[in-house]
């Protein structure tokens, strides 16, 4: 007899997810590094680039440049859709969710109806705000399901914040 699957995952960090009225655009990469999937972006003035939370200047972000989160694109992970392996490195076109529903990893299990919340120290998401100044309130994004036994969960982007 076969086995039974009783635990499943909400998917990879980086998937659309259930929308029809997604938003997804493409910016640059303006940092110097890679930009994994999932990853909240910020636009970087001057350059019209973008450039995902860097703990080391956490004081820079606010919901004045947040874009939106990465999108988990199909050029990019032809063979390894089922992994983190891929990432968009500097220069390349990255694909931004900035409306509708996506999944992330958090730090930490959640619960559908929460606010999602970037912790300055290390740049995971978490939906507690923590000390006065530890976090950073991404208001326009809240938690739509639990969480699955790998802490991701699906979220909604409500309103294009930026662009």
């Known amino acids: 007899m076969g086995k039974v699957l009783s635990n499943f995952t909400n998917g990879w960090p980086g998937t659309p997810s259930r929308s029809?009225?997604?938003?997804?655009?493409?910016?640059?990469?303006?940092?110097?590094?890679e930009i994994p999937f999932g990853a909240a972006v910020f636009f970087v003035a001057?350059?019209?680039?973008?450039?995902?939370?860097?703990?080391?200047?956490?004081?820079?972000?606010s919901m004045d440049n947040f874009i939106g989160i990465?999108?988990?694109?199909?050029d990019k992970t032809p063979n390894l859709?089922?992994?983190?392996?891929?990432?968009?490195?500097?220069?390349?076109?990255?694909?931004?969710?900035?409306?509708?529903a996506i999944v992330l990893q958090f730090a930490h299990g959640v619960d559908p109806g929460a606010t999602?919340?970037?912790r300055k120290a290390d740049g995971a998401f978490v939906t507690n705000p923590g000390a006065e100044g530890t976090t950073l309130a991404l208001t326009n994004v809240h938690?739509?399901?639990?969480?699955?036994?790998?802490?991701?969960?699906?979220?909604?982007?409500?309103?294009?914040?930026?662009?």
């Open 20 to 33: 029809v009225d997604e938003i997804i655009m493409s910016m640059r990469n303006g940092s110097d590094g």
């Open 46 to 61: 001057g350059q019209n680039a973008c450039e995902p939370f860097d703990p080391d200047y956490a004081s820079s972000y």
């Open 70 to 74: 990465t999108v988990r694109s199909g």
């Open 81 to 100: 859709f089922g992994s983190n392996e891929a990432v968009f490195n500097d220069g390349d076109p990255v694909e931004i969710l900035t409306r509708g």
């Open 116 to 118: 999602v919340y970037i």
């Open 143 to 163: 938690v739509k399901t639990s969480s699955d036994s790998e802490n991701r969960a699906e979220v909604v982007v409500l309103e294009r914040n930026l662009l």
